[in-house]
């Protein structure tokens, strides 16, 4: 059973761990729209900017595979702020990065710590919030992502703009000392998962999956954040090179995506909470097709056109990650909990990387600076989305 916190506190310790997600998805999401100063700092091309942002995922995959079998031998908080220090080490290497490479490696490791990171978060979240409660609160931690667009993006790139591209992972860096200060005086001790005897690596990998459950979540979540993440790296650059947009037009994309999903988002979080998660996902998922269509089209609207467009794909698109999150907390019991979500990360991270990195190479680059073949990355994305909704069908709750 979850740990019993009075509601002041349940609210503090959720808006910490919001924040804390907020800094680490800005650290990742900044990179995407400051893809045309990186390019021209670094004299490199678009597979050397696919590989910066993809590097963060592949490496939070990677370091989450290792963390799925050690995470329940500690106290969570423990876990929490260490994964916490090391990605702000990283995040103010990136700041002072003066090559490619340098930014790469520190990229790497601000992804392994990144992704370490959100499973211990979302572990919290299920060890300490009751199930009839977990939707709700995994709205207001996951509103982390919408506060990311709506005012850290455009914020990062208004100044990156007036001074350069490191300046924003500075001032990220800075913020994350203060978050840091926060949440050492307001995460408390978590180790009621203690209690099991601890496993060796490999005993703790055929524990987690001997379980039949744990695949299909794993396997739907997998899916969820694939079919996203072929589309969500490429809308700035697309946005600019094929619909005809600027460069000061991209923080109003992201604000006023961000904007709405700060209304929907709890929405969905109510809805996750009342109806089978299944349900929730299956019904955004479908919905979210048509944002994803549009998109990729890249049709050549102006702004005031545009703004509806990523306001509906940051509602729908981003929204399916909050039922798909209950149904990964709710498909394990609590021993497992640290691992699954560890675990979860890792194909997460892993299928965002493999995402960006395919719809790379799917694409190409044409006359007169064109991105081509951006509308079969959005058949695709759609495509998986229902293999999805298939795969969250089989997921059980039994927490």
């Known amino acids: 059973m979850p740990n019993t916190l009075s509601p002041t506190r349940e609210r503090a310790l959720l808006f910490t761990l919001m924040v804390m997600q907020f800094t680490s998805i800005l650290d990742f999401m900044i990179m995407m729209p400051l893809s045309a100063q990186l390019m021209s700092s670094f004299a490199i091309g678009p597979a050397e900017f696919g590989l910066l942002v993809s590097s963060y995922s592949l490496a939070a995959g990677m370091a989450s595979l290792v963390a ?11 876990a929490l702020l260490a994964s916490y220090m090391g990605l702000l080490l990283a995040t103010l290497a990136c700041a002072f990065a003066d090559d490619y490479w340098l930014l790469l490696t520190a990229r790497v490791v601000a992804g392994v710590f990144g992704g370490v990171l959100s499973s211990i978060v979302l572990a919290i979240v299920g060890d300490l919030i009751p199930p009839q409660r977990r939707g709700h609160a995994m709205g207001i931690v996951m509103l982390a992502f919408s506060l990311a667009a709506v005012a850290g993006v455009p ?9 350069n591209w490191q300046r924003p992972f500075l001032l990220l860096a800075i ?11 307001v995460v408390p001790p978590v180790r009621g998962h203690l209690q099991q005897k601890p496993q060796n690596l490999w ?22 954040m694939f079919a996203g993440f072929m589309v969500i790296p490429y809308i700035a650059p697309t946005l600019v090179a094929n619909a005809g947009l600027s460069q000061a037009d991209l ?13 929907t988002r709890p929405i969905i979080g109510n809805l996750t909470d009342r109806y089978r998660h299944a349900h929730v996902l299956t019904a955004i998922t479908l919905i979210s097709f048509i944002p994803v269509i549009l998109v990729t089209q890249t049709l050549p609207l102006s702004l005031v056109w545009q703004l ?4 509906l794909f940051f509602i729908f698109v981003s929204g399916r990650f909050i039922p798909t999150s209950a149904l990964i907390t709710a498909s394990c019991t609590p021993q497992f909990r640290g691992r699954v979500m560890a675990f979860n990360s890792a194909v997460q991270n892993l299928g965002a990387g493999l995402a960006a990195l395919l719809a790379g190479l799917i694409m190409s680059a044409g006359d007169n600076g064109r991105i081509l073949h951006y509308d079969w990355v959005g058949y695709i994305s759609c495509a998986v989305g229902l293999l999805a909704i298939a ?6 709750a039994v927490s």
């Open 175 to 185: 913020a994350c000392m203060l978050v840091f200060a926060v949440a050492w005086q």
């Open 203 to 224: 005993q703790s990998y055929y524990a987690l999956l001997s379980v039949p459950n744990h695949w299909w979540g794993f396997i739907t979540s997998c899916l969820v």
């Open 251 to 263: 923080p109003f994309i992201y604000f006023v995506g961000g904007a709405v999903t700060l209304i």
């Open 68 to 78: 799925s079998a050690i995470l329940d031998r500690f106290d969570r908080r423990q």
């Open 308 to 311: 509806p467009i990523a306001a």
């Open 155 to 163: 914020f990062g790139l208004f100044i990156a703009a007036h001074f």
């Open 391 to 396: 795969s969250a069908w089989r997921v059980k």
